[in-house]
């Protein structure tokens, strides 16, 4: 088969391409990625040559461009990871999440149609779920969970998301989503908490953690998440979306605790800073479906995951 990962230059996305061309020497895997700021060819270092392999620079919301790639390509299945994903900068420039997380999807979406892809799958966040009282620790996510998004970037995945089913039923284009926890591993970008968390304490620099530090996110490591998807685009039903959570919830404050601890740093760098607007308290997510029905299973826990990061 022939596979589009658009977004693949980015974290996920990265991870996603090198256990795609490793895992399924029979397929070959055609990267599509703008390069923006989160993007980074030296993710793809590792199967640059390799004979499955194939990179392609551009903008999936360039309409044109995506429409003769289709063309040219005759992709059998597409997986959409592109999409501006930091909420900060959501907050800041929201315009430009709408033109890449829902005008660059429906441009998929159009060209997905137009040429007869088999299974088209959109990469989603659980973010669009909105939080959960951090009180109700008996509360979980799952696909029936109502939307209730809470800044620019969630509701413009939400929006996607809405388009994504629409296409499902207006057209009986053949997609599935999959809604993920917060992700980490190899290849983070470092402006996310993880990766930024290391790298100041590295330095003997301030780490700086919004609010009190009691915010709750579920991790999970992108391997187990890319496994996920690989079951998902092949054996998922078609119209579903399916939750991916790692079972490893912990406050933002225990996460950058681990990190000082694992690196021997005093957790004197810690500086409490100005939370966040409209900061989500707790995501917490119910991957039943998907146990269930694809038999996954997360095969990191947080404490080696993050050593090995």
């Known amino acids: 088969m ?10 996920i996305g990265g991870n996603f391409v090198h256990y795609m061309v490793e895992n399924h020497p029979e397929d070959m895997i055609v990267n599509l990625d703008l390069l923006t700021y989160a ?27 995506i429409f003769d790639l289709f063309e040219k390509e005759k992709f059998d299945i597409v997986v959409n990871f592109a999409a ?7 907050i800041t420039d929201p315009e430009i999440f709408v033109k890449t997380n829902v005008m660059g999807t429906t441009t998929l979406l159009d060209a997905a149609k137009e040429f007869g892809v088999k299974r088209y799958h959109q990469v989603s966040t659980d973010e669009v779920y909105g939080d959960l009282p951090l009180d109700r620790p008996d509360l979980f996510f799952t696909e029936t ?3 209730h998004t809470s800044s620019p970037y969630s509701s413009s995945k939400a929006s996607a998301d809405l388009f994504v089913l629409a296409y499902h039923r207006t057209y009986g284009l053949p ?3 999959s809604r993920c926890s917060n992700n980490y591993g190899p290849y983070h970008f470092p402006e996310k ?7 100041r304490a590295l330095a003997d ?19 187990d998440h890319c496994v996920a998807i690989d079951l998902i685009i092949r054996n998922g039903r078609v ?16 996460v950058v605790k681990t990190i000082l601890k694992a690196l021997n740093k005093p957790e004197s760098l810690i500086k409490f800073v100005e939370d966040r607007k409209g900061h989500d308290r707790r995501y917490a997510i119910d991957p039943t479906k998907l146990e269930t029905e694809l038999g996954w299973k997360p095969k990191y826990n947080f404490d080696t995951g993050i050593q090995q990061t």
């Open 239 to 254: 119209g579903e979306v399916y939750n991916v959570g790692g079972h490893n919830e912990r406050t933002n404050l225990e």
């Open 193 to 199: 908490l993880i990766p930024l968390m290391i790298s």
């Open 205 to 223: 620099e301030e780490l700086p953690v919004y609010g009190k530090g009691d915010n709750v996110r579920d991790w999970l490591h992108v391997y």
């Open 39 to 65: 993007g980074n060819l030296e993710t793809c270092k590792p199967v640059e040559g390799k004979p499955n392999y194939k990179f392609v620079k551009g903008d999936i919301a360039d309409r044109k461009f």
């Open 84 to 90: 501006e994903s930091h909420v900060d900068r959501s």
């Open 175 to 177: 997609v599935t989503i």
């Open 2 to 11: 022939k596979i589009l990962v658009t977004g693949g230059a980015g974290f």
């Open 145 to 147: 969970t109502p939307l």
